[in-house]
């Protein structure tokens, strides 16, 4: 739950800095380039726990969901998108693609 509110934070971040900082170009890529490194590198625990836990029971007792590596493809998407649109922010010029992945992270 913590996580997850965290994620939706950083999103919002993005959204607010994109909106914000029309005028400065270049502090508005800074700090998106900050962003995206954080919603890329929370997706990474979450994606190798549910792949380290394949197969297995995940809770406190014998009893409980089990963890399936296909739980794990909402994080490998958004880790894909955050590190296309900081390809696209560090080498490129911003297209229409790298825009609709923002939207897709937020």
Not at 24 to 50: G, M
Not at 54 to 62: F, M
Not at 77 to 97: D, G, I, K, N
Request: aromatic share 16%; proline share 6%; charged share 10%.
């Amino acid at each position: 739950m913590f996580w997850g509110k965290i994620a939706v934070l950083t999103g919002i971040i993005a959204l607010l800095v994109v909106s914000k900082f029309k005028g400065n170009p270049r502090l508005r890529n800074f700090i998106l380039i900050i962003d995206l490194l954080a919603i890329f590198l929370l997706q990474l625990p979450p994606l190798f726990l549910w792949l380290l836990f394949n197969g297995t029971t995940i809770g406190d007792g014998p009893e409980g969901p089990l963890g399936h590596w296909l739980w794990s493809a909402p994080h490998i998407f958004v880790a894909w998108a955050a590190t296309y649109s900081l390809y696209h922010l560090l080498f490129r010029e911003t297209t229409l693609m790298s825009q609709v992945c923002y939207i897709f992270i937020l």
